[in-house]
Structure formats: C-alpha cells, structure tokens
C-alpha cells in the first residue's frame, strides 16, 4: 500500500500544514471582507464585492485618528522601553552585583502575569495617585510590560558575544566610548532590533492594558474593541490587510536582499 | 627569577572575562540598572502592593475607602466567583492542550521537514500578529457564524450532536458557546506555544534520529524516547506562555461567547470600569495572580526546568 | 637571564595575579630582549595567558611592573599601549570585512589614508583578494592571518600571540608555524607566543619559558631546554625523559659517578642542577633517543667509557622512521629507547636480553627531592 506508507511518513507534515491553514484562516477573511459591502451595521456576512472601504480608509469618523494615536504610542513605547531595557540587559551580562536574583525576578514577573492583573493593579495605582488618565498613563503601562521582553531579547544576544571582541578593539586603540560604538553596539544591534520590533508589535496591538488604563483616549485596538459593540466598519478589514502584507512585503523584501547580499560576497 | 608555592587551579577564561572591563567604576551596573528597574519598581511592583491594600479597604467611592483589613472582601469574592475561576483554568487548560497537540507538529514539521520552505512558513506563523488580534478574533465570529459552512459541516457530520451533549455547543450554533471560547483562546495563543517549541525542537541534531533509528527505534520510539524528552524546555515555556495569559483572558470570551462562558478576567473588568467596586476587583485580581504563581511554581518545579522564556 | 640594553625589551618585574584567593601567577621576572621570538610554554591554566594580558593591559597585575623599555605601562589601560594582541580564536570584528578589520587601529589612532597600508598588509599576508569579505567567509588559517595583519599594521612594539593557531588542524597549523616565523623575521617586531604546544615552542622560539602552576620552571634557548633540563617538570614536558634514581658516590674530575641498581653511572658535573653530595640522591635522565641498545650476547662489543644499563625488552612498536622500545630493567621499570631503523638486529624481540648504552656526556642530574612524573600528564593537556 504505496498510499498508506506515504500518509504515514507524511502525518506530521500534513497535521502541520493544517495547523497552519488553522492559523492563516481568519486573515484570509478579514482580507476577504475588507472587499464586502455589508448591509447593516456589522461586516460578519458575506453580502457583494466592493472597493469602496479600500478607496476610502479613513472614511469612518475617529479611526484613522486612533490608528495615529496607536502608532505614536508604539513609537515612544519602543524608544522607552528599548533603551531602558539594553541597559539593564548589560548590566545583567557585563557585571556581578548583588541583588542580581531580585533585579531578575522583577524581569520575569511582569511577563508571567495575566494582563489583566497587571492592568488591575496599575490602575488601582493612578487611581489612588489621581493621575489623570490617557497619553501618559498608556504609555507608562506600555513602556512598563514591553520591557521584560527587551531585556529578554538583548540578554540572548549579548550573552553569545565573545568578551575578546571588546578586548581586542580596545588593544587596537579604541577606548571604552570608542569601543562600546564601534563594536559592542553594532554586534549587539540584532538583538535590539529584535526587542525593539518586538516591543513595537505588544504596544501597538495591546488591549486589556490599554483599555483599563485609557480613560476616555481611544487607541486602534480600543477602537476595534468599541465597533464590536456599535458594528464594524469594512474599514477595519482593510486596515488590518494592509498591515499584514506591509509586515509580509517588508520580511520578503529584507530576506532577498539579505540573500543578494550574500551571494555577492561569497 | 620566580618564587615557589603551589598554585590552585587557574580561574577559567570566563571568569577573568567577566572581570573586565574593570578600569569602570564598580557602581556602573547600578546606573544601568536604575532607570528600568525604577520603572518596574514604580509601575509594577507598587501597584500589587496597593492593589492588596485596595482588597482589605472598605468604603466607597463618594467617601473614599480605607484600609479596614476587610478580608471578608476575599470570601465574598470567591464565593460569588468561583464558578467563573474553575471556567477560566478549565478554558485556559483545554486550549493550552489543543495549542500543545495543533502546534507541535508545526513546530515539528518547521525544524525538520521544512527544508527550503522553513523561512516562508516561519513568516507565515508570525505575520498574523501584525493584524489586530481583535481583528482576527472578530473574523471567528463569521467563520463560526450561525448556518456557515463550518457549522453546516459540523452538524452534518454529527460533531455538533456530540459536542452539544457534552455541554460544549448548544444546539446548532457554534457561536457564544463554551467552545467558540475555546477555539478563539487557542487561535490567539498558539503561536506562544509553537515558537518555544520550534526553538527548543531545532536545537536537536538531526543525527539524534539517525542515531536512535540506528539503534532499533521505531519513528514514533524515537519520538517518545528521544525528540519529545528533548523539547520538554519548549513543552514548558511554550504552555506557560499559552496558559497564564489565557486563564487572564477577557476578549474572546466576550467576543466569542455569552454570560455563560464569563471568565474571571471579564468579572474583573466589569467590576474594576463598569461597577467600580474597587476592592472586590481588586481581591479577585490578587486571588488570579496568587493562584497562577502557585500553580506555575508547582509546573516549573514539576517539570525541572528553571530556565524559561 | 639574557638582558640587553635595548629599549625596545618588555621587562617584567615581579608581577603576580591572584583571584581571590588562589594565585594565577606568582610573582615573575623576565625579560624579553627586542627583536626576539619569546614563547612562553605550558599546560593550560599555568598562568602564560594570564601573564600575557597583564603585558597587554588586559589584566591588571596584582603586584610589580609592566615595563616596555624604559616606559612602565603597568597603569596604562591597553587601547594607550603600544602592544598587539593576536587572540585566541582572533576575536575578528563579525560586523566589518576584512579590509575595515585590519583598518580598525589604524582609524582608531585618527589615521585618515588608511587605504595603502591596509592594502601593503593584507598583500604581506597574501589576503589581498580577500579584503571585501566578512570573517565568517574566510577558512581557519585565513582568519588567522587576518588577526595577524589586524595587529601588526600598528606596528607594535610587541606582539603578543594567544595560542594563535590552536584552532587551525596540524597540518596547517605547521604551515602557519613557518609562516609566522617568517613575517616575525621580516618585521624584526618581537613576538611573544603563548602556547602548549612544545613541538610549535620549539620550533618558533629563541626562547622559550617553560611555565608550571603560576611560575616559570625554566627559561632558555630550544635546545639548552630539551638536553639540559633542569626540573623533571621540564624533562617530562618537553618530549620524553627516562629518570632513574641513583645514590651520588665519587667525584672523578668533572664528572660524577653514581650508584643505580648496582651499576655505575656517569654524569658530567655541569650537567646537574641539584646539589651532590656524596650519598645523597639524585634523579638521572637521559633522553630515549640518545640511547643505543645492544643484544646482551654482544655486550663485549660496547666500547668503553659508556653508561650501561642491563634489561629484558618487554614492547617493541614498529613505527617506520624508528622503532619504540620499551625496556624493563633493574634500575626502572620502564624505561623508552627509540632506535632508528638503520640496521635492524633480528634478535630484538620483546622478551631478549639486552644492553642499554650512551654517552654520559647525554646524560642530565636532577634533584630527586622533586615528583618523578611531574609534567606527565600535562603533556597531552
């Protein structure tokens, strides 16, 4: 039974591309319903194809504006969190100190707990501080819970890198700034890149923080959350495409380049 | 030209490395540490700490509240709730195991049988993520939606029949019941538990297989007795990271479910920005993060493995 | 202790390195003359790659000075110092092609034309076609000889090698040996080499410094180290020694005569580094090459004024250049005689009696207050 030993040699490969299709599937229909021109206020059935929400993004009241709001918020987020971040990511790598089982617990506790707690318990502080809450407080919260995972990212980094690189730059001359930016930083720039990407991506796709925290300010996820109430514009759709296949375009476009690069030097 | 004594053992290079670069000040790794570990400080470790305080005050919100050490607050909580905390770890369990039994052939299939397409499908993992994931859950509620095709061919095949009678669907409908919940939970989640294991499985020489195979191993024994032992580390970090967040999760269950899938993060909502009892909120927030650190202690030493994320 | 004049000499006094409590390096002298290759040779962890990045200013000193002439740089960080370092494993920058590598110091001291020198080092390490790639994309023995270039386009007044071709394969790494002879012959710069490889000391070196345990056994030309030795550390490190306790019994002019399983041994008194008085004892070494073995029904054939020693042969190892022996006797156990395969007598098969033979003037004393297998094991570290 030719078919019967190829189904078996080929399970994993089959249950994995399901998994995958499981995992594709609702960006296929959010990409699909980016096209329908629902009746009624909530974009959940197939009604006909139209272009009109991809010609006019912006066209619902307060969405781009969220979107904007979102994205400055990612922006700082990041700076804040990466910088902060790197330099405790060093810190852990380059030194002893004492405390070191406190400074680490206080890593990892942010990321092994709920959101919601978090999102609880911070609020519960501005609360009892009266701070008023919007820009500022999102922030702080974001910058708060992006950081664990910079450090995380750094650290790996970091660590792999051979201490002689830094040892020899400095026999060949280059003093601690000089090597710290000609050496250090560039061989470490990966990591913080990656941390920093990834920083980007939990602040700009945050809810259950944002949402306690917010106030009366309106970031895109609180946006997205609120029309699930009040009906979904076809604008969400289109929003959420685009980004997908920016992020798509932008992986494909570094990775061939990445590829033309190397077989040039080869 | 030399003196004499006997050495110790020399310090091995990593320890001399470490030392250096020493010409800086010994409070240097303080001032790197200061601002970030402030902010943790200030933004993190405070607010438990006035969030227990919250739970023991009474009051309310025209008076002020004040710290009475009221932990009647605590029983109350947990006898009104407790139904929605059991829901929650029982959710946050089911999907944590579909998420282990869909994912790892996933991860499985990127470390070794992908060949050339491993890049491509990695993309494909992580891509979703940049699209809202409340955009996406929004999306399960067409593909679950009343007399769709799912749910045409499910309750053709006579899934629904079974399902329903084990409480997990209701009737025809897929939507707003405990097992769209379910399903949106492990969509969200899994990449957290195919990445963990993807890295963990692609640490494995290939020649390991070769190896037990070589040694009389049947492909499912090699599996048993050798790949899966050796991604226990991404087994672990891959279904911590699936189930502390969804045990927290309120969004699916109030996107894809009804009252009677309400999990304890939807209560803790509902009283901290719609009811506004602060101290009741805060006490079933303390009570989620006391109850997933212990059960996380319990895993991790369970399992022996302290290096995590 | 070789010393010159000269400014150039790396002059170390006293220096020592401790870590906590134990001591890396115990307080050392040396002096390296200008213009020398220095090696300094050991089993890993005996403190020469400590004490090569105290010279660096890798490592600070726990005490004494590091001098460079009559310059003391002991406080000098080592981005001021006027030393390269070849690394092990080269530490190449991962981020910067091979011409930015070697360009590295030179930008760093506010060099602008960097272009023709970077382009004259790569061509004298014949790396000129190779200046755009990335380390990565180089073999073993062309990073090394990026690491070479990256060093010696400062022209330092001292280059120090870290076990530099400790990750290349022998072969290569006996043609990188020639290979950095010959760039040290032409920069006339003075090297000085770690390693625990004795062939590559040996071969490399004027002068090597034998290091065990945080301090130097001995110090001196390759080939004073391998006849004369002056502590079984060194005996038994540098190639093979056979010792044998012996008891000290006269003096006859300038030699000794001693007493070992009821033979009589003869040792040149200036061949021996312990002090002899009569009754006293002594460990006596001979190399295994240096001894001849003769079948015990020829003994009468073995001219006189020899050092003899009767035995049974108990192994016999074929190895084409030579033959392996190894001779059970009265006076040791074991004792190795390798014989080159000139004449091959038929009779020497494990088992026949034989005569071991050779010239006292081979012959070394060491004090046998010492441990006899000292450096033994170290050898294969």
Same mark, same amino acid.
């Given at each position: 039974?030719?078919?019967?030993?190829?189904?078996?040699?080929?399970?994993?490969?089959? /249950?994995?591309?399901?998994?995958?299709? *499981?995992?594709?599937?609702?960006?296929?229909?959010?990409?699909?319903?980016?096209?329908?021109?629902?009746?009624?206020?909530?974009?959940?059935?197939?009604?006909?194809?139209?272009?009109?929400?991809?010609?006019?993004?912006?066209?619902?009241?307060?969405?781009?504006?969220?979107?904007?709001?979102?994205?400055?918020?990612?922006?700082?987020?990041?700076?804040?969190?990466?910088?902060?971040?790197?330099?405790?990511?060093? /810190?852990?790598?380059? *030194?002893?100190?004492?405390?070191?089982?406190?400074?680490? #617990?206080?890593? !990892?506790? $942010?990321?092994?707990?709920?959101?919601?707690?978090?999102?609880?318990?911070?609020?519960?502080?501005?609360?009892? @501080?009266?701070?008023?809450?919007?820009?500022?407080?999102?922030?702080?919260?974001?910058? @708060?819970?992006? &950081?664990?995972?910079?450090?995380?990212?750094?650290?790996?980094?970091?660590?792999?890198?051979?201490?002689?690189?830094?040892?020899?730059?400095?026999?060949?001359?280059?003093?601690?700034?000089?090597?710290?930016?000609?050496?250090?930083?560039?061989?470490?720039?990966?990591?913080?890149?990656?941390?920093?990407?990834?920083? !980007?991506?939990? #602040?700009?796709?945050?809810?259950?923080?944002?949402?306690?925290?917010?106030?009366?300010?309106?970031?895109?996820?609180?946006?997205?959350?609120?029309?699930?109430?009040?009906?979904?514009?076809?604008?969400?759709?289109?929003?959420?495409?685009?980004?997908?296949?920016?992020?798509?375009?932008?992986? %494909?476009?570094?990775?061939?380049?990445?590829?033309?690069?190397?077989?040039?030097?080869? | 030209?030399?003196?004499?004594?006997?050495?110790?053992?020399?310090?091995?290079?990593?320890?001399?490395?470490?030392?250096? $670069?020493?010409?800086?000040?010994?409070?240097?790794?303080?001032?790197?540490?200061?601002?970030?570990?402030?902010?943790?400080?200030?933004?993190?470790?405070?607010?438990?700490? *006035?969030?227990?305080?919250?739970?023991?005050?009474?009051?309310?919100?025209?008076?002020?509240?004040?710290?009475?050490?009221?932990?009647?607050?605590?029983?109350?909580?947990?006898?009104?709730?407790?139904?929605?905390?059991?829901?929650?770890?029982?959710?946050?369990?089911?999907?944590?195991?579909?998420?282990?039994?869909?994912?790892?052939?996933?991860?499985?299939?990127?470390?070794?049988?992908?060949?050339?397409?491993?890049?491509?499908?990695?993309?494909?993992?992580?891509? $979703?993520?940049?699209?809202?994931?409340?955009?996406?859950?929004?999306?399960?509620?067409?593909?679950?939606?009343?007399?769709?095709?799912?749910?045409?061919?499910?309750?053709?095949?006579?899934?629904?029949?079974?399902?329903?009678? %084990?409480?997990?669907?209701?009737?025809?409908?897929?939507?707003?019941?405990?097992?769209?919940?379910?399903?949106?939970?492990?969509?969200? =989640?899994?990449?957290?538990?195919?990445?963990? &294991?993807?890295?963990?499985?692609?640490?494995?020489?290939?020649?390991?297989?070769?190896?037990?195979?070589?040694?009389?191993?049947?492909?499912?024994?090699? =599996?048993?007795?050798?790949?899966?032992?050796?991604?226990?580390?991404?087994?672990?970090?891959?279904?911590?990271?699936?189930?502390?967040?969804?045990?927290?999760?309120?969004?699916?269950?109030?996107?894809?479910?009804?009252?009677?899938?309400?999990?304890?993060?939807?209560?803790?909502?509902?009283?901290?920005?719609?009811?506004?009892?602060?101290?009741?909120?805060?006490?079933?927030?303390?009570?989620?993060?006391?109850?997933?650190?212990?059960?996380?202690?319990?895993?991790?030493?369970?399992?022996?493995?302290?290096?995590?994320? | 202790?070789?010393?010159?004049?000269?400014?150039?000499?790396?002059?170390?006094?006293?220096?020592?390195?401790?870590?906590?409590?134990?001591?890396?390096?115990? $307080?050392?002298?040396?002096?390296?003359?200008?213009?020398?290759?220095?090696?300094?040779?050991?089993?890993?962890?005996?403190?020469?790659?400590?004490?090569?990045?105290?010279?660096?200013?890798?490592?600070?000193?726990?005490?004494?000075?590091?001098?460079?002439?009559?310059?003391?740089?002991?406080?000098?960080?080592?981005?001021?110092?006027?030393?390269?370092?070849?690394?092990?494993? *080269?530490?190449?920058?991962?981020?910067?092609?091979?011409?930015?590598?070697?360009? !590295?110091?030179?930008?760093?001291?506010?060099?602008?034309?960097?272009?023709?020198?970077?382009?004259?080092?790569?061509?004298?390490?014949?790396?000129?076609?190779?200046?755009?790639?990335?380390?990565?994309?180089?073999?073993?023995?062309?990073?090394?000889?990026?690491?070479?270039?990256?060093?010696?386009?400062?022209?330092?007044?001292?280059?120090?090698?870290?076990?530099?071709?400790?990750?290349?394969?022998?072969?290569?790494?006996?043609?990188?040996?020639?290979?950095?002879?010959?760039?040290?012959?032409?920069?006339?710069?003075?090297?000085?080499?770690?390693?625990?490889?004795?062939?590559?000391?040996?071969?490399?070196?004027?002068?090597?410094?034998?290091?065990?345990?945080?301090?130097?056994?001995?110090?001196?030309?390759?080939?004073?180290?391998?006849?004369?030795?002056?502590?079984?550390?060194?005996?038994?490190?540098?190639?093979?020694?056979?010792?044998?306790?012996?008891?000290?019994?006269?003096?006859?002019?300038?030699?000794?005569?001693?007493?070992?399983?009821?033979?009589?041994?003869?040792?040149?008194?200036?061949?021996?580094?312990?002090?002899?008085?009569?009754?006293?004892?002594?460990?006596?070494?001979?190399?295994?090459?240096?001894?001849?073995?003769?079948?015990?029904?020829?003994?009468?054939?073995?001219?006189?004024?020899?050092?003899?020693?009767?035995?049974?042969? /108990?192994?016999?190892?074929?190895?084409?250049?030579?033959?392996?022996?190894?001779?059970?006797?009265?006076?040791?156990?074991?004792?190795?005689?390798?014989?080159?395969?000139? +004449?091959?007598?038929?009779?020497?098969?494990?088992?026949?009696?034989?005569?071991?033979?050779?010239?006292?003037?081979?012959?070394?004393?060491?004090?046998?207050?010492?441990?006899?297998?000292?450096?033994?094991?170290? +050898?294969?570290?």
């Amino acid at each position: 039974m030719p078919f019967v030993n190829w189904l078996k040699r080929n399970l994993v490969v089959i /249950a994995g591309l399901l998994t995958l299709a *499981y995992l594709l599937l609702p960006n296929v229909v959010v990409t699909v319903f980016s096209f329908n021109k629902p009746n009624g206020r909530f974009n959940y059935q197939w009604q006909q194809f139209s272009t009109d929400a991809w010609t006019d993004p912006c066209g619902v009241a307060d969405l781009c504006g969220s979107l904007g709001l979102s994205l400055q918020l990612a922006v700082w987020a990041t700076l804040g969190a990466t910088l902060l971040g790197t330099m405790i990511a060093f /810190a852990l790598v380059r *030194y002893r100190f004492r405390a070191r089982g406190v400074v680490n #617990s206080l890593i !990892f506790l $942010p990321m092994a707990m709920p959101e919601v707690v978090m999102a609880a318990s911070l609020l519960t502080l501005f609360l009892n @501080m009266g701070a008023r809450l919007g820009f500022w407080t999102i922030l702080i919260a974001h910058i @708060m819970f992006c &950081l664990s995972f910079v450090v995380t990212a750094v650290k790996a980094r970091v660590m792999s890198m051979d201490p002689r690189l830094e040892q020899a730059a400095q026999d060949l001359y280059a003093g601690p700034a000089q090597t710290f930016l000609r050496v250090t930083l560039p061989i470490a720039a990966p990591g913080i890149a990656a941390g920093a990407l990834l920083a !980007f991506a939990l #602040s700009f796709d945050d809810f259950i923080i944002t949402n306690f925290n917010a106030g009366s300010t309106v970031t895109f996820p609180m946006f997205v959350w609120g029309s699930a109430q009040r009906g979904t514009p076809v604008q969400i759709n289109v929003i959420g495409t685009a980004m997908f296949l920016v992020a798509v375009l932008l992986v %494909l476009a570094s990775m061939v380049l990445g590829n033309r690069r190397g077989r040039r030097k080869a | 030209m030399s003196t004499l004594t006997e050495a110790p053992p020399p310090p091995s290079p990593t320890v001399t490395d470490k030392k250096a $670069p020493r010409r800086r000040g010994r409070f240097t790794p303080y001032w790197l540490l200061l601002p970030g570990m402030l902010w943790l400080i200030v933004f993190f470790a405070l607010p438990m700490i *006035y969030q227990a305080s919250t739970s023991v005050q009474t009051g309310s919100l025209e008076e002020g509240y004040r710290v009475t050490w009221h932990f009647a607050t605590y029983w109350h909580a947990l006898a009104d709730y407790w139904p929605q905390f059991l829901r929650s770890v029982a959710y946050a369990a089911s999907a944590t195991v579909l998420c282990l039994l869909l994912g790892y052939p996933l991860a499985y299939l990127i470390a070794f049988r992908a060949g050339r397409w491993r890049n491509l499908i990695m993309i494909l993992v992580i891509a $979703p993520f940049f699209t809202s994931f409340l955009i996406r859950t929004l999306a399960w509620k067409t593909i679950l939606a009343d007399g769709g095709p799912v749910v045409g061919a499910l309750n053709t095949l006579h899934v629904l029949d079974v399902t329903s009678w %084990l409480g997990w669907t209701a009737g025809d409908r897929v939507l707003a019941t405990p097992l769209a919940v379910v399903c949106g939970l492990t969509y969200n =989640f899994l990449p957290f538990m195919i990445l963990p &294991l993807y890295t963990s499985l692609e640490r494995i020489d290939g020649r390991l297989h070769e190896a037990a195979g070589d040694l009389y191993a049947k492909p499912w024994t090699t =599996f048993r007795k050798v790949t899966f032992p050796l991604s226990m580390p991404g087994v672990v970090s891959g279904t911590l990271l699936t189930f502390i967040p969804a045990a927290g999760d309120y969004v699916n269950a109030e996107l894809l479910g009804s009252t009677d899938t309400r999990m304890i993060g939807n209560v803790i909502q509902t009283q901290f920005l719609r009811i506004l009892d602060y101290p009741t909120a805060a006490a079933l927030s303390f009570i989620l993060m006391a109850a997933i650190l212990l059960m996380v202690t319990v895993y991790i030493r369970r399992s022996g493995t302290e290096d995590l994320v | 202790m070789k010393t010159t004049d000269n400014s150039g000499d790396v002059r170390l006094s006293g220096i020592s390195k401790t870590y906590g409590s134990f001591t890396a390096v115990h $307080p050392l002298d040396l002096t390296v003359p200008q213009g020398s290759f220095f090696a300094l040779l050991g089993a890993s962890g005996c403190g020469k790659t400590t004490t090569l990045r105290m010279i660096a200013g890798l490592e600070e000193p726990s005490s004494g000075t590091v001098r460079l002439g009559d310059q003391d740089v002991t406080a000098l960080p080592p981005y001021k110092r006027p030393v390269n370092t070849v690394f092990q494993s *080269y530490a190449l920058f991962p981020h910067l092609d091979v011409f930015e590598n070697v360009a !590295f110091g030179l930008r760093r001291r506010g060099i602008k034309s960097v272009k023709k020198q970077v382009e004259d080092m790569l061509e004298l390490v014949q790396l000129g076609e190779q200046a755009r790639k990335k380390p990565h994309q180089l073999s073993g023995g062309q990073q090394q000889r990026v690491a070479v270039a990256r060093a010696l386009i400062n022209h330092p007044q001292v280059l120090l090698l870290d076990e530099p071709l400790g990750a290349l394969d022998l072969k290569l790494r006996r043609q990188m040996q020639l290979e950095l002879k010959r760039i040290q012959t032409e920069v006339g710069i003075t090297f000085v080499h770690v390693t625990h490889d004795q062939e590559e000391a040996m071969t490399m070196a004027d002068t090597v410094a034998v290091m065990n345990a945080g301090r130097v056994e001995q110090l001196g030309a390759p080939t004073d180290l391998y006849e004369n030795p002056q502590t079984t550390f060194v005996a038994n490190f540098l190639g093979t020694s056979n010792l044998i306790e012996a008891e000290v019994g006269t003096r006859s002019g300038d030699d000794i005569v001693l007493e070992a399983g009821g033979g009589k041994l003869v040792l040149p008194a200036a061949r021996c580094s312990a002090p002899t008085t009569a009754g006293g004892r002594l460990l006596v070494g001979v190399r295994p090459e240096k001894i001849s073995l003769t079948h015990a029904d020829d003994a009468g054939e073995i001219p006189e004024g020899r050092n003899r020693v009767t035995g049974r042969i /108990a192994d016999a190892s074929f190895i084409g250049v030579s033959t392996q022996y190894v001779i059970d006797s009265p006076v040791c156990p074991e004792l190795d005689v390798y014989v080159q395969n000139i +004449e091959r007598d038929s009779r020497l098969v494990p088992g026949a009696e034989v005569v071991l033979h050779w010239n006292p003037a081979h012959t070394f004393g060491l004090d046998a207050a010492q441990d006899i297998d000292a450096g033994l094991e170290e +050898e294969a570290a």
